[in-house]
Every structure is written in C-alpha cells, then in structure tokens.
C-alpha cells in the first residue's frame, strides 16, 4: 500500500469520476483552512452569475467523518514522513469511516436533490 497524497495535494481539485447522476466528482485536501470553502463558493457563484456555470455545485464537508485514529496516521505519515507507522492507522482509520462516508455520501445526494440553491455547503456536524 501507499499514501498517495502528499502535502503538495492540498487544495487542488482531484476528480474521482462521475456519479449515477452523471455528476462529475471531486475532493480537494484543506486541512483545517477556514478559507478554502468560501473561496470555492464564492468563485462558483461569480461563473454562474457570469452564465459561465450552469450547474448546481455541492459542497459537503467530508472531515466529520474522520476519526482521530486517521488524523494521527496522516499526520505521521505525511506530515512526519514515518509511512511504517501512519500508513497502518490511516487503514484502520479509513475502514472506521467507511460507513459514515456512506451516510454521508447518501444525506449529501438527499439534500441536493431537494434543495433549489445553485451554490450549497454541507457542513455536516452530525457526523461527528
């Protein structure tokens, strides 16, 4: 196994693939900035009031899915560069989180589907 994602990850755009709704979907690492959120929500609804977007844009928050046992794994391995010891907590964080990401996955769908806004940011603290 690797940690593919480094610290040079953060803040880009990485496509995962296209959902069942034919949406195109991506992450983007921030770590804890506070600004990364609003800078995207706010360059979204600059294109769609420039009609250059057309499409709704969801923004939800994945990191209250993230048990501390990941933080640790991640921080070791990407951030203290010891891979033999945060690549297994990474792994036993990820297979904890599995199942909220799922929720997660599911309630942000729900709230897209009923919500009319082009521009819409998840923060989902029930996760947690």
């Known amino acids: 196994m690797s940690n593919k994602l480094t610290k040079h990850d953060l803040g880009k755009l990485i496509f995962h693939g296209i959902d069942e709704d034919n949406n195109p979907v991506y992450t983007i690492g921030r770590r804890n900035s506070k600004y990364v ?18 499409e709704k844009v969801i923004i939800s928050n994945t990191s209250p899915t993230v048990p501390f046992v990941m933080s640790v794994g991640g921080f070791l391995a990407r951030g203290l560069n010891i891979n033999f010891l945060g690549e297994p907590l990474l792994v036993a964080g ?15 769908k729900k709230m897209s ?15 947690h």
Do not use: G, Y
């Not at 990820?94 to 942000?108: G, H, N, P, S």
């Not at 919500?115 to 989902?124: D, F, G, S």
């Open 37 to 54: 959120v609003p800078a995207i929500q706010e360059f979204a609804a600059l294109l769609q009031e420039r009609n250059q977007l057309s």
């Open 94 to 108: 990820a297979k904890q989180c599995c199942e909220k990401i799922d929720r997660l996955v599911e309630e942000t």
């Open 113 to 127: 589907h009923s919500m009319t806004a082009k521009v819409i940011v998840l923060e989902n603290k029930k996760f």
